[in-house]
């Protein structure tokens, strides 16, 4: 059997990593700066990390969710306090896709309506419901274009009145920062006027923190810099440095039931350890407030860099927008400076790091890009 050839995939081989140095099988050494699509929050094999998911694995890796797991509620603790979401309830399950797939599914059963409102190059996952709001046809099967999906231009509050006012919407569903679209920030006014709308007309916001939450922006979710509140708010890509997990981080307006929601793999007790060891480790590092420093660092020195038209994003959640001469500049930093960065499309480079990057490794960059387009 070989694999299913899905991935255009580089000659790289990573075997061995720590903070943001990645080894290659052919000994090159690499400076992580996208983290595996946002997925490294903490930084790679961090001992406190290693050390958790070591203790939890050597005792019980797994069990169903038919038992009592007091780590799941460590964890739902802990994130609350962290989050500032204390008296919301958290849903585990395994991945970004997954969580917004749950997400929709609540708001659906709460106000038991099918209509969801998303917008204009979203991204929310490849399952069938979170693939459908996404707006990329290309990814989409005839199987999954049987929701019921509205997609209108982001920031434009007169599109989504003009929808709501209809009174068949359940949902709508809004990235933080849309990431691969190409680091679009909905405007902090848009962002207050949509939760009014919502509340106006019934409809639940859902929030997709998956690759703009846990700190990633100098806030613990992106949503939090408009001084919002969601009702639902969806995160996994940094929750557990790589481990497998999603979370649904569910308003207490809206009420459980038994059978409502379901997972096998779910919220098992090696998940459960890795997501505590990076909340433990975010707040005693302070990776919150070193993703405002270091992303302001990086924005102040970027900007004004011949190859950039645009800047845009938060903290460390950066995107550059490469003028067309400069279009192969996101494999000219892999190639000749060993860096490894994130891509939308063919012109934008998507910085992403670890959110224990330092300012070194920031001058680092910063001296490769400008060496490379001087």
């Not at 930084?43 to 958790?52: L, M, V």
């Not at 308003?251 to 909340?279: D, Q, R, W, Y």
């Not at 060993?338 to 480079?349: D, L, M, R, S």
């Not at 959110?355 to 387009?373: G, M």
Request: overall charge negative.
């Amino acid at each position: 059997m070989d694999l299913f050839n899905v991935y255009p995939l580089w000659d790289i081989e990573p075997i061995e990593a720590k903070g943001c140095d990645i080894i290659a099988k052919d000994g090159q050494h690499y400076t992580d700066l996208y983290g595996g699509h946002a997925v490294i929050s903490i930084g790679h094999s961090h001992p406190k990390y290693i050390e958790k998911i070591s203790n939890q694995v050597s005792k019980l890796g797994f069990y169903s969710n038919a038992v009592q797991n007091s780590l799941q509620k460590e964890l739902a603790k802990k994130l609350g306090e962290v989050c500032g979401y204390e008296d919301y309830h958290l849903f585990l399950c395994n991945s970004g896709a997954e969580a917004n797939e749950n997400a929709l599914k609540v708001a659906s059963f709460h106000t038991g309506k099918a209509k969801v409102l998303a917008f204009q190059k979203a991204f929310h996952g490849r399952t069938s419901g979170a693939v459908a709001a996404t707006d990329n046809p290309k990814i989409q099967s005839p199987f999954n274009k049987g929701h019921n999906i509205v997609f209108v231009p982001l920031n434009d509050i007169q599109a989504v009145e003009n929808e709501l006012i209809k009174g068949d919407f359940c949902a709508v569903i809004i990235e933080g920062i849309q990431g691969v679209a190409g680091i679009y920030s909905p405007e902090v006014e848009f962002l207050k006027s949509l939760r009014a709308l919502c509340d106006k007309y019934g409809v639940v916001l859902i929030l997709d923190e998956i690759q703009s939450g846990y700190g990633r922006t100098g806030k613990f979710f992106a949503h939090q810099h408009a001084d919002i509140q969601a009702d639902i708010i969806t995160t996994a890509k940094g929750m557990a440095n790589g481990f497998p997990i999603g979370g649904v981080i569910i308003s207490p307006k809206i009420k459980a039931e038994f059978g409502m929601l379901g997972t096998t793999f779910g919220g098992n007790h090696l998940a459960c350890a890795a997501a505590i060891a990076v909340l433990d480790i975010i707040k005693s590092e302070n990776l919150i407030e070193n993703a405002k420093v270091i992303g302001d660092y990086l924005f102040e020195k970027l900007e004004g860099n011949r190859a950039i038209s645009e800047l845009r994003g938060k903290g460390l959640m950066i995107g550059m927008e490469i003028k067309p001469e400069f279009e192969g500049l996101r494999n000219r930093l892999l190639f000749e400076k060993h860096i490894f960065t994130g891509g939308a499309g063919k012109n934008v480079i998507r910085l992403l790091p670890p959110l224990c990057i330092t300012k070194e490794i920031a001058d680092q960059f910063i001296e490769a890009i400008n060496e490379l387009t001087k």
